[in-house]
């Protein structure tokens, strides 16, 4: 069977990304939202990477790359890891199930009983769910090799798939999405976003270049900037000095802040944008404190790319806090007269 293809970018690259979704994803106006932070109306653009297939996300464009090398190397079935709540191991069933292979996805981290968010795709999408539980450090990738090899010796040929989809192959999806950029948004000074496994942020650095992209922590790994850099160093790129900031991870991943929590209703009832608590809730807190440290300023293009997450909310404590806050009515500001 064959798979719609995206033309090849790299043409150092031998195998053509599938298409998994339509492109390119809108940038759109966020004028109410850019007043609300303090930047001029016309200042602040939302590249949709939430609009993607899939559940949308920013996993997609990563997926294209990698089950396109998958397929090539015969794989029968995707492994993938992540938390309960992983956003790439949905994705990745989603796309398993696109092109006809089997999908086990390894999950460490804690489902939250009567919150089941991505967990409840991972099963609608017909995916193996090997773990769901606390596993500590590199237990998780122990049992992902465990994993591969019973289905080896069950005769399948699995591909595992990086952490996050972040390899030099996955993040050329996000290199696809600078070259959008350049054609839409050519004299954008800054592209805020989320850093988790550091693919998205690495691709976007390797199109666009070190100064003009601005990475916000949310705390998945230790060592973002490394990750982030070896990364862009994979596509041949020079990695200058990069922007990550580090201040909005809190507690720690998947951990909500109040600052989080604060961007996450302003974008909604500014412009009916629907962010994460995990990813670009912290993202979008990450703008509001470089516009208000005076390192992005009025008048400067800036780029919010939303990197999707929307089904993680209803896997998260947040959800139920914010459904009790509309029941409260008046205490979150809904006043019915
Ligand atoms: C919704 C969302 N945004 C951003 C990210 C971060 O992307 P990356 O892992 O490429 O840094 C992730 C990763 O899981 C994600 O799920």
Not at 9 to 33: E, G, N, Y
Not at 215 to 227: E, F, H, S, W
Not at 240 to 255: F, K, N, S, T
Not at 280 to 307: D, P, Y
Request: charge should be negative.
């Amino acid at each position: 069977m064959s798979f719609p293809r995206l033309p090849r970018q790299d043409q150092s690259v031998t195998v053509s990304p599938i298409r998994f979704s339509h492109w390119p994803t809108p940038l759109d106006p966020a004028p109410r939202l850019a007043t609300a932070l303090g930047l001029g109306p016309d200042d602040l653009w939302v590249k949709r990477d939430d609009l993607t297939d899939f559940g949308g996300g920013n996993k997609v464009r990563k997926l294209e790359h990698l089950v396109a090398e998958a397929l090539a190397a015969g794989a029968t079935v995707l492994v993938a890891s992540g938390t309960a709540q992983s956003n790439h191991a949905r994705a990745t069933a989603a796309a398993a199930a696109r092109v006809g292979l089997r999908a086990v996805l390894v999950l460490g981290g804690t489902a939250l009983a009567g919150r089941p968010g991505n967990l409840a795709l991972d099963g609608l999408l017909g995916a193996g769910v090997v773990h769901v539980g606390g596993l500590a450090g590199g237990a998780l990738d122990r049992l992902v090799e465990e994993v591969a090899d019973q289905l080896r010796a069950g005769g399948e040929v699995p591909a595992v798939l990086p952490f996050g989809g972040s390899s030099a192959v996955g993040a050329r999806g996000y290199v696809d999405c600078a070259a959008e950029l350049d054609q839409q948004a050519p004299d954008a000074a800054h592209v805020v976003v989320a850093v988790g496994s550091g693919g998205t942020m690495a691709g976007l650095v390797a199109g666009l270049g070190p100064d003009r992209v601005l990475g916000i922590d949310t705390g998945a790994v230790p060592d973002p900037v490394g990750r982030v850099a070896a990364l862009v160093a994979a596509q041949g790129a020079g990695a200058g000095r990069l922007r990550v900031h580090r201040d909005q991870v809190g507690e720690g991943y998947g951990l909500l802040t109040a600052a989080a929590a604060d961007a996450m209703r302003m974008a909604a009832r500014t412009e009916g944008l629907l962010l994460d608590p995990v990813y670009t809730g912290k993202a979008l807190a990450g703008l509001a404190v470089a516009v208000a440290e005076g390192s992005i300023r009025r008048g400067e293009r800036t780029v919010f790319v939303h990197t999707g997450g929307l089904p993680g909310l209803f896997g998260h404590a947040f959800a139920s806090e914010l459904a009790a806050a509309a029941l409260g009515g008046a205490a979150e500001g809904a006043t019915l007269t």
